[in-house]
């Protein structure tokens, strides 16, 4: 490989590294600043890509246009990766000023819900569209500088930085928890920062080694291709289909692997490790094929049939299997061929022209920025996953079928094809979601979760996404009763968030006082029927209401202000993006909207029960307590977890009958209604007997920091456990 080659894929394996660096954490960023609902999650996605896509075709549009008048290629590139390592300092400042913009808005109550998403949208798409088409545009202004210095055999120029785009992500992907875990998000930009710093200077000095050498021997050299190029606009229309399969395959995979791998961070990285590894080899293998041969079989695009329909097979709910087995078997042929025939299509239609190659890339981008959407929004919520991993496919299941049935193939390749396009629908039809599991079951989906309602009696429980989120226990009345009756003052309304069985809910409406429960999940709250057979009559109430959106959000945009906020996060306590209720950042939020006295209740789940575990413990009461001036901490009967109340003024110290004292009759009989205790002082007394301190918790683990958006301990938390690095190569391989 010439020298000039050689530093373009360690350019590129670089800026791959970065750009998954950025896009991991910018879309946490954004999470803190603008909520976790699907619909934002979506539009940073989508900014992402759409910068991708319209940089790729802005940039080969300008080298066809004025590319003998350009700087150097090699300068022109070094300046683009300067650019992408300043937005590594400038998004979260942006970010950060949009937020507060829109704060300052729904305070003067001057923006709607709907105009709320608008504005959001906006804010993302003038942060990261900008930034985001510089990452797009190296790809055709180093396919320009390959041409300007290799002369001839250009032709595969695009699939060769590829495969070192792909080889960077796949170790950003691996080492980007790392990085969050040992500095936070923050620290992690800089160190990408720094290599894309590294990148730009790099460049800049090859350009003057290279300076010899004109970038351009004519205004008419960059318009001649090296090699004919395709001139049908067929690969274009298969570009857009590949990358629309492709990643809304993503999105169901996460449906689909979610029950058995977690919801935790580390679970997402291993699904995308799988695709991009397997990408990689798919990527690597057209390299080779590529150097002897020019047109693939119609039996690459029919075998997309049953390796599209493959992780319904891994993840059916029969199937025991090691978990990340499950993904790595599931997903890795599907996005190997598809590694394989991407970078043959953009080689083909392009012939290492860089116009004609930024405009392939910008289409497949365009089905990569569909795909999410319409299986996000349309396809899963109506038809589940096995309905939508059939309509992914449909494009291919069509041309097995006329694969199958057209003379001019050969015989050999018509059966090969009618198998293939058989195997896939055996696969949709014989296999079983992770539903079925569940004899008694109400199953509803939307935008955001799979939600299982399931159980009788006081078996029930609620599951979302594959998760077992919460049961038939008295915990969650206990977190409205001790709040509502600790109080200095009687309780005039109370918020919770995060809706579950709408137990807390139920509870703090039999105080008689108006109720808001937030939850992120439209189809938990229609749920609520299936486990109190009061459901109706308590949501008609005039005091009840129920918001769907995220609850940090909905604080912000409330000019409310409560006597009680109760949180109970989901769990387990590690899931991905569950610190931004846990945080010291969300806890100013929640003290803004306190009213004097009023108290916050914060349910920290048990976890581990390890050196993790009470790091865990350690960095919420830190977080808590330096929000606060006055905390204290209950564990429920000896297990299950722990209560913190936390205020702004001290909090009443109250015996178990001067508590019960306070309630009204309605809400001493929803205390009592699963026990354990019979009696309502000895219900309280579960907790009052098991109480301690914060700086007791602290204890655990001096050393850990309090929890922050920055710095998410309960998340992120591998190297921190017995085995440390071992444990992070051994997850990720």
Known sequence: MPMAMSWYFVFFFISGLCSIVYELVWLRLAMAQFGVTTALTSIVLSMFMAGLGLGSWAAGTLVRR????????????????????????????????????????????????????????????????????????????????????????????????????????????????????????????????????????????????????????????????????????????????????????????????????????????????????????????????????????????????????????????????????????????????????????????????????????????????????????????????????????????????????????????????????????????????????????????????????????????????????TAMVPIPKMMAHLSLASLAQPPRNALVICFGMGTTFRSAISWGIPTTAVDLVPSVPKLFPYYHADAASVLASPLAHVVIDDGRRYLERSPEEYDAIIIDPPPPVQAAGSSLLYSEDFYAVARKRLRPGGILQQFLPDGMNDANDNQLKASVARALRDSFPYVRVFQWNGRQGWHFLASGQPIPVRTAAELVARMPAPAVVDMLEWGPATAPDQQFELLLSRESRPEQMIALSPSTPALQDDRPVNEYYLLRRPGGVLNFVSLSF
């Open 66 to 469: 004025h590319g003998h008048r350009l700087l150097h290629p090699l300068r022109l590139y070094g300046l683009t990766e300067l650019l992408i390592g300043a937005s590594a300092l400038t998004v979260p400042l942006q970010l950060s000023y949009g937020h507060h913009l829109l704060e300052g808005m729904a305070q003067q109550a001057t923006v709607s819900s709907g105009a709320y998403y608008l504005a959001s949208g906006a804010c993302l798409a003038l942060t990261l569209v900008p930034w985001c088409a510089c990452m797009g545009a190296t790809i055709p202004l180093v396919m320009f500088a390959i041409r300007s210095q290799a002369g001839g055999e250009t032709h595969r120029s695009f699939s060769f930085l590829y495969l070192a785009n792909v080889l960077g992500a796949i170790a950003g992907a691996l080492f980007a928890p790392l990085l969050i875990e040992l500095g936070g998000f923050h620290a992690t930009l800089r160190v990408g920062a720094a290599l894309n710093g590294l990148i730009a200077v790099s460049a800049f000095l090859l350009a003057v080694i290279f300076q010899k050498q004109p970038a351009i021997d004519s205004p008419s050299r960059h318009n001649a291709p090296t090699v004919a190029f395709e001139r049908s606009r067929g690969p274009l229309l298969l570009l857009f289909l590949t990358g629309l399969t492709t990643m809304g395959m993503e999105v169901v995979w996460i449906r689909l692997f979610t029950p058995y791998v977690g919801p935790v961070v580390y679970a997402f990285a291993t699904i995308l490790a799988a695709y991009l590894l397997a990408t990689f080899a798919g990527s690597r293998a057209y390299r080779r094929w590529s150097r002897t041969n020019r047109r693939e079989s119609e039996l690459a695009w029919v075998a997309l049939v049953p390796l599209g329909m493959l992780p319904l097979m891994t993840s059916d709910v029969r199937l025991s299997m090691d978990s990340s087995l499950r993904v790595f078997l599931g997903v890795a042929p599907f996005a190997a061929l598809m590694g394989f025939l991407t970078p043959m299509l953009v080689d083909r239609w392009s012939g290492g022209d860089p116009d004609r190659a930024g405009r392939a890339y910008g289409i497949n981008v365009l089905g990569c920025i569909a795909g999410p959407l319409l299986c996000g929004f349309v396809f899963l919520p109506y038809f589940g996953e096995h309905v939508s991993t059939l309509i992914l496919t449909l494009p291919w299941l069509a041309m097995a079928i006329r694969c199958g049935f057209t003379s001019e193939v050969r015989a050999a390749n018509r059966a090969t094809a009618c198998a293939a396009a058989v195997a896939g629908l055996a696969i949709l039809f014989l296999t079983k979601d992770f539903e079925t599991q569940y004899p008694q079951r109400e199953v509803l989906r939307d935008s955001t979760a799979t939600v299982i309602a399931t159980g009788t009696g006081m078996g029930k429980r609620l599951v979302i996404n594959g998760v077992d989120i």
